[in-house]
């Protein structure tokens, strides 16, 4: 059973950046693809980027491109999710996700990071 | 690489059968086993209810059923009841530099 938990809800200013964390446990995360995805408020659900363990790169949304940092803390199971040049609509719930199956279904969850961004 | 097409809302009574289009490219669901569906409560995570198109996980009720037909994919659930009542969304993995694509969303309403 894999047990996600993401850092608190954060405040920023517009031109700011967000570090969103996910500590993993139930497993390691060097057996694990975590991927983020984000939800503005009373919007869709969007893909950010994750680990694709078919090239063993972290791969990165287009438009996210430039903006976004996925990294991972192997001594702690922490994956953490940077956001850089931050503006309103940026404003969004942050979630960590775990590719599961055949890395093929995003089967477990973080519950979630509000960011929002404004002056 | 643009979302998934769903319908915007759909409802039914308590023990009818409903069903939620997800309609792609040949790109994703099309070409993709990789379809997954997702029950999202207010306020809360996404729930994953089907997966690799038509797969429950455990736990998940018989009621929710899934199938594929060229580019679109279908969540059937049967026997709506109250608790049913959620937003739904479907996601597919994509042969393109997005690797993973999510529908606009279904929200479902019993009456």
């Known amino acids: 059973q894999v047990h996600l938990v993401q850092s608190g809800a954060e405040v920023k200013k517009p031109g700011a950046s967000v570090k969103v964390s996910c500590k993993v446990s139930g497993y390691t995360l060097t057996e694990l693809s975590m991927h983020w995805v984000r939800q503005a408020p009373g919007k869709g659900i969007e893909w950010m980027g994750g680990f694709d363990p078919e090239n063993g790169e972290t791969i990165y949304a287009q438009q996210f491109q430039g903006r976004v940092t996925m990294t991972e803390d192997t001594s702690t199971d922490t994956v953490y999710m940077e956001l850089s040049s931050l503006r309103s609509e940026d404003t969004a719930v942050y979630y960590c996700?775990?590719?599961?199956?055949?890395?093929?279904?995003?089967?477990?969850w973080g519950q979630g990071t509000l960011v929002t961004v404004s002056s | 690489q643009s979302a998934l097409t769903q319908p915007a809302a759909v409802s039914g009574s308590p023990g009818q059968s409903i069903t939620i289009s997800c309609t792609g490219t040949s790109s994703d669901v099309g070409g993709s086993k990789y379809v997954s569906w997702f029950q999202q409560h207010p306020g809360k995570a996404p729930k994953l209810v089907i997966y690799?198109?038509?797969n429950r996980p455990s736990g998940v009720s018989n009621r929710f059923s899934g199938s594929k037909s060229g580019n679109t994919a279908s969540l059937t659930i049967s026997g709506l009841q109250a608790e049913d009542e959620a937003d739904y969304y479907c996601s597919s993995y994509t042969s393109s530099t997005t690797l993973h694509v999510f529908g606009t969303g279904t929200k479902v309403t019993v009456l």
């Open positions: 996700a775990r590719l599961g199956g055949s890395y093929s279904h995003f089967d477990y």
């Open positions: 690799d198109v038509n």
